[in-house]
């Protein structure tokens, strides 16, 4: 099975505010999803006439397959054929840090490999938010090519893409009660390309949910920023209005579709932190 053999730390017990327990730790994968999706193609269904090509992303990739093969799943019980085709980091962290040679590097590979994808009439799916950033808006920015262009106009953040095939009454909707309790965070990077409420619209369509309003604010981690030593301590401050929200609003679950935002989350609050997708696949009894 592909993904096979990763031991992934869960949600803290305890919330870690300090240096000493500053542990932001994710076991890497033994082989990276990518690469282990390439030499076991998934086997779509496509009476619907439905392509997508997915973009996995550094953290599903390495630290997180079990979500990448939630994804396919998931599209495929909706009658997608998907591909995972060779792949890059998208480049971000190598732009934040002004490595911009790097960052170039990167996009002019993804775009060659989406391009065609695109050009054979797939969509370009992404589960992280930062991801669906630099597709949509980073690449035509900063390169300014045709098949930046073409590629961003065919990109999709996973809850988009869902949102659209319901709305054309293409998803399958046969989902059972998820009693859970659950509060919504909106990452940064999906307010900047104004996507923030796809994620919150895909969790509304799971029945049995009691969704608790809290006041959302940054999660503070800012990417690598809070993985650092020297601002570790100013990464959980920016972060501890959320915190308090989320602990005041005693919820078994918080969504959210970025993965970092998972993880500095988890480390402030303890709890579990999850992608909408997971949510799904729970409604769609999924194992």
């Given at each position: ?38 030499g076991h193609p998934t086997t779509g ?33 909706n009658g997608i054929e998907v591909i ?204």
């Amino acid at each position: 099975m592909i993904g096979q053999g990763i031991k992934k730390t869960s949600a803290g017990t305890r919330p870690g505010h300090n240096r000493e327990s500053h542990n932001r730790t994710q076991v890497l994968m033994r082989e990276p999803f990518v690469r282990v999706a390439r030499g076991h193609p998934t086997t779509g269904l496509p009476s619907k006439d439905l392509r997508v090509a997915y973009f996995v992303g550094c953290f599903a990739d390495r630290c997180n397959p079990q979500l990448a093969q939630t994804l396919v799943k998931i599209l495929e019980q909706n009658g997608i054929e998907v591909i995972v085709p060779e792949q890059k980091c998208c480049g971000l962290p190598q732009l934040a840090y002004g490595r911009t040679q790097d960052f170039h590097q990167n996009a002019r590979f993804n775009l060659k490999v989406l391009s065609q994808a695109v050009r054979e009439g797939y969509h370009v799916v992404t589960a992280c938010t930062s991801c669906a950033l630099v597709l949509k808006k980073e690449y035509p920015h900063f390169l300014q090519t045709e098949e930046a262009k073409l590629v961003a106009q065919r990109s999709f953040e996973i809850c988009e893409y869902l949102l659209m095939l319901r709305d054309e009454e293409k998803l399958v909707l046969d989902l059972k009660e998820v009693p859970l309790r659950v509060a919504y965070k909106a990452p940064c990077h999906a307010i900047a390309q104004g996507t923030q409420q796809v994620g919150l619209r895909l969790v509304d369509l799971v029945p049995g949910l009691t969704r608790v309003e809290i006041q959302d604010n940054c999660c503070g981690i800012g990417g690598t920023f809070g993985f650092k030593h020297e601002s570790f301590d100013i990464s959980m401050k920016i972060g501890e209005r959320l915190f308090r929200e989320i602990e005041k609003a005693k919820v078994d679950r918080v969504i959210t579709t970025c993965p970092t935002c998972k993880l500095q989350i988890e480390q402030g609050t303890g709890i579990q932190t999850i992608h909408p997708l997971e949510l799904l696949s729970m409604a769609y009894s999924m194992k």
